[in-house]
């Protein structure tokens, strides 16, 4: 009962501060969440402060789960046939966005997580999950900037994972990658303000989309660019 009155309350503060409006995205965000949430059968809800869990690295970001509606919404611009597709996630958490792209029929998902912690929630999620479409998925313990891209890598996603050198490096093996074996290589970048400065004014990549999802999550869709290819 009490905490019942406790939900009014934080609803009506809600209101208060950002109006029927607000209210109604806010409901409409959570509901979805909580939908795909309960259809997948996974728990990946929720922000875990790393310093709570023993991680300390001054570029890296809490970990937090992209909002469903966004990923899906994103996922589906990129114009690559689904059984090609090698997805990459820098910065697994618990492992909702890897989740959703096994809802597809995928070639190939890997992921790459900090934490030893949320790389272990993750992998139960993945075990546990209903309507999962791809078969192999690789998640791997340890520092992006160590995970050298495998040739046929052609789909890497970051939510907002880290940012200054270790992203700066990150999209140097990125870059590298795409050099040593040239191909068509699309990044979704989910609160993509850094990686905007890190590769403005390179060649060999280019922003092809950009929106902002609620609640106020920027969006980039980048693509490789090279001689051969375009
Ligand atoms: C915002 S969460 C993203 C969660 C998930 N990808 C999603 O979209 O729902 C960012 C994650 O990146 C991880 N991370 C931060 N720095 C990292 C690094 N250098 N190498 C690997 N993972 C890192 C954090 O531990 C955190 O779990």
Redesign the pocket.
């Known amino acids: 009962m009490n905490s019942r009155i406790a939900q009014l309350r934080h609803a009506a503060a809600f209101v208060a501060n950002h109006g029927i409006g607000g209210f109604s995205r806010e409901l409409c965000h959570r509901c979805v969440n909580l939908y795909y949430e309960r259809r997948l059968g996974v728990a990946?809800a929720g922000r875990?402060k790393?310093t709570d869990i023993g991680?300390s690295?001054s570029?890296?970001?809490?970990?937090?789960?992209?909002g469903y509606g966004a990923?899906f919404s994103i996922f589906k611009r990129i114009p690559l046939p689904k059984p090609d597709v090698v997805f990459l996630?820098?910065?697994?958490?618990?492992?909702?966005?890897?989740c959703a792209a096994a809802t597809f029929p995928l070639k190939q998902i890997v992921?790459?997580?900090?934490?030893e912690a949320?790389a272990e929630v993750a992998l139960f999620n993945i075990e546990r999950m209903r309507h999962r479409k791809t078969m192999r998925i690789d998640i791997r313990r340890?520092?992006?900037?160590e995970l050298r891209l495998s040739r046929d890598v052609n789909l890497v996603?970051?939510?907002?994972?880290?940012a200054g050198d270790?992203l700066v490096k990150v999209v140097e093996n990125i870059h590298r990658s795409h050099q040593e074996f040239p191909r068509k290589i699309y990044v979704i970048f989910?609160n993509n303000d850094h990686f905007d400065k890190v590769v403005r004014g390179e060649q060999w990549i280019k922003k092809i989309y950009q929106k902002t999802f609620y609640p106020r999550i920027a969006c980039g869709v980048y693509e490789t660019v090279s001689a051969a290819l375009s």
């Open positions: 990946t875990v790393l991680v690295r570029d890296a970001r809490d970990s937090m789960p992209i990923f996630d820098f910065g697994v958490g618990k492992g909702r966005a890897v992921g790459v997580e900090l934490s949320l340890g520092d992006a900037t996603y970051f939510f907002n994972p880290f270790t989910f």
